[in-house]
């Protein structure tokens, strides 16, 4: 199990993992008032992977632990279920006062009972589990906002005739698959309604490039006579992988995609095919999950349980941006220095979109 494991307050760093097996209680020492006291408060963090996306997760929520003068105690769940699962295990060993998570289907019901039995608040990104606090972005309407973009470049390129539309999927990320996957194929049809359902293939993309590169590649071969190629799907690293195929393959030229996410961009390296993406910041749900959430519930005030994707405790805002405002958009770790710098006094969306009344 690859681990990333600290815990901090203003005036001390490292508290290791053999403090994490220890076997103290849950929840932290709290006030007759029900609040916990700052250095007595412990917030951990399950982030979910070792993508530039989740690392950023876990530093921005390390970084807001610190300047409320909480403990903190980070693990990494690895782009898994079971992972994750082992680490709830340790979070409530470690004594942790509130996890954040973000989980995967299959495993995400046992974290929650799992807490709940050790009287620790969860909160989790995205993927909505019954009993813990949801922070998420609309999903769907992130989908069909990339879906009606990429629609509109094909009207305008080729009278929406395209020849094969790939969507890439990440089976394991649950509902947050179906809604940003479908959300983008009914986009693309709100305005290309004509495209025939034989033309749309869905792929297993998983949840690096690399994996989805040779499941494009696959859906690429078996479709030799597709000449316009459109793609959408989950994230960045499936249209990625979708762009770096048709180039491989030497059918680049007339292969373009929408992203989401926006989390693989790399300046002259960043596939000539994308033609815009849609900007989650990752790096706003640990800000607003604190604000919002956990800095009541270390005040003994816990806000009332808000767990599905139709009443979210926490709402994040998306960010569709057109190809050279995907370019220009700092990469994540820049943006969260600049964050951190300002005293995380404003989230990502309203200092970086550019349709943001700050942006």
Same mark, same amino acid.
Request: aromatic letters at 4%; one cysteine or more; charged letters at 25%.
């Given at each position: 199990m690859s681990t990333r494991t600290r815990s901090l307050t203003l005036a001390t760093v490292g508290v290791g993992l053999a403090l994490a097996l220890s076997g103290c209680s849950g929840g932290g020492e709290t006030s007759p008032s029900g609040a916990a006291a700052a250095e007595d408060f412990t917030l951990c963090m399950g982030v979910g992977g070792?993508?530039?996306?989740?690392?950023?997760?876990?530093d921005a929520a390390e970084a807001l632990a610190e300047k409320n003068g909480w403990k903190y105690y980070e693990l990494n769940n690895n782009s898994d279920g079971p992972t994750a699962n082992t680490n709830v295990d340790l979070f409530i060993q470690h004594g942790c006062s509130t996890v954040m998570e973000f989980n995967y289907a299959g495993t995400q019901e046992v974290i929650q009972q799992k807490l709940e039995t050790a009287g620790i608040p969860g909160i989790t990104f995205d993927l909505p589990q019954k009993g813990m606090y949801l922070v998420a972005v609309d999903n769907e309407g992130a989908g069909k906002d990339t879906g009606v973009a990429?629609?509109?470049?094909?009207?305008?390129?080729?009278?929406?005739?395209a020849d094969l539309v790939l969507l890439g999927e990440q089976a394991n990320a649950g509902p947050v698959n179906d809604l940003r996957v479908g959300g983008s194929e009914d986009g693309l049809l709100s305005v290309c309604p004509n495209i025939d359902k034989s033309k749309i293939v869905n792929f297993e993309g998983g949840n690096t490039v690399d994996?989805?590169?040779t499941a494009a590649r696959d859906a690429l071969v078996s479709r030799p006579e597709a000449e316009k190629i459109? =793609? %959408?799907?989950?994230?960045d690293n499936t249209v990625f992988a979708v762009l770096q195929a048709a180039d491989q393959l030497g059918r680049g030229a007339n292969t373009f995609?929408?992203?989401?996410?926006?989390y693989l961009l790399s300046g002259d390296s960043t596939p000539a095919g994308l033609l815009g993406d849609s900007v989650y910041f990752f790096e706003d749900y640990p800000i607003a999950a604190v604000d919002q959430l956990v800095k009541k519930i270390a005040a003994g005030d816990a806000p009332a349980m808000a767990d599905t994707l139709e009443d979210a405790a926490v709402s994040i805002s998306a960010c569709l941006t057109?190809?050279?405002? =995907? %370019?220009?958009?700092p990469a994540i770790d820049i943006r969260l220095k600049q964050l951190i710098a300002d005293g995380l006094s404003s989230n990502a969306y309203d200092t970086f979109c550019p349709s943001a009344s700050n942006g």
């Open positions: 070792k993508d530039a996306g989740s690392m950023a997760q876990g990429l629609g509109e470049e094909a009207k305008s390129m080729w009278d929406c005739d994996t989805a590169t459109l =793609t %959408l799907g989950i994230g995609g929408w992203g989401q996410g926006a057109d190809r050279q405002q =995907t %370019l220009d958009m």
